[in-house]
């Protein structure tokens, strides 16, 4: 989940709520089953990235031997309660790097990613679920840098960079998706690209954006805009960025139906068949039972209809 916008829009608000209501959410005892939940979360400054529940220490992003990339001496922390886990979410907001700019005083300079791995114990073979909460840095338009100094300049330039390689990853995973969805595309159309190199953010998550990546995964961005009449103008930008997200799934094509192919049978028509031959068999099975003992296995019945003589 991602919460873009203009600063001072109100994303880290937006995403400090949704992570109190994930924590109410996991620790109210809903859930079947035992799990084990795992909490780190990171800040990304530029190409430089941060352990928020490591008082801000300088961490590494690198990709091991398999491809999967990692967060080289970030720590993760196992959580047991609301409490616990709130308490983390605290302490990471209070060490984020926060400056002053022309539209909001105590503006997010950076990207906060929240992750949270789910474990399962009873299935220790099956991958572990990730949720990550992302409040992204603001954006900002060109007019609004020009009273800033040059580092403040060149902090607005790499977050309003990967803000673009971020809109350009979530789409090319889209249509990577679509095409996938459809069937394989045409030799006149070219695969989706997603440059999720060229940025630390989309580095970090990578097995989120790459398409050759087995994960499945879910995306929402929440757009935050503000109320205010002179932000009119970003507050329009940030739609038309939250606009060119959307991909549109062309329908596949009404598979027709063929009783010789049990993928085309609907409902009915697959419970039909199952119950039927079920019936068929069990009375096959008493009546080789009531025979003389046999080293040979029972056979199969003959078919009884012309639909289950085809699936067969």
């Not at 993928?263 to 119950?275: D, G, M, P, S, V």
């Not at 079920?278 to 003959?302: C, E, G, I």
Request: hydrophobic share 35%; glycine share 6%; aromatic share 6%.
């Amino acid at each position: 989940m991602f919460a873009y916008g203009q600063t001072g829009s109100g994303k880290t608000f937006t995403v400090s709520g949704l992570e109190r209501h994930v924590a109410e959410t996991l620790m109210d005892g809903s859930l079947d089953g035992e799990r084990k939940i795992f909490i780190s979360i990171v800040e990304l400054a530029g190409q430089t990235a941060y352990d928020l529940l490591n008082s801000r220490k300088q961490i590494s992003i690198l990709e091991d031997s398999f491809g999967t990339t990692q967060m080289a001496g970030a720590l993760e922390h196992h959580v047991t309660s609301k409490d616990v886990l709130l308490g983390y979410i605290e302490a990471a907001a209070s060490l984020r790097s926060t400056a002053s700019t022309l539209k909001n005083d105590t503006s997010s300079r950076s990207h906060a990613i929240c992750r949270l791995r789910f474990e399962n114990p009873a299935m220790p073979s099956v991958e572990d679920g990730l949720l990550y909460l992302i409040d992204l840095a603001g954006s900002e338009a060109a007019r609004d840098k020009t009273v800033h100094d040059l580092t403040r300049m060149k902090e607005a330039r790499e977050i309003n960079t990967s803000l673009s390689v971020l809109k350009d990853c979530i789409r090319g995973r889209a249509l990577a998706d679509a095409d996938s969805f459809t069937g394989r595309p045409g030799a006149s159309k070219k695969p989706a690209y997603v440059p999720f190199r060229q940025s630390t953010l989309t580095k970090t998550l990578k097995h989120v954006f790459d398409p050759a990546s087995a994960r499945s995964c879910k995306t929402v961005v929440v757009a935050c805009v503000n109320p205010c009449l002179a932000d009119a103008g970003p507050s329009k930008n940030t739609l038309r960025y939250a606009e060119m997200l959307r991909v549109p799934v062309p329908k596949a094509k009404a598979v027709e139906y063929s009783p010789a192919v049990p993928a085309t049978w609907n409902n009915e028509q697959l419970r039909y068949w199952i119950e039927k031959n079920s019936k068929f068999w069990k009375l096959h099975v008493d009546s080789q039972r009531a025979l003389p003992f046999s080293s040979k296995p029972p056979a199969a019945p003959p078919p009884s209809d012309p639909l289950r003589a085809v699936v067969s």
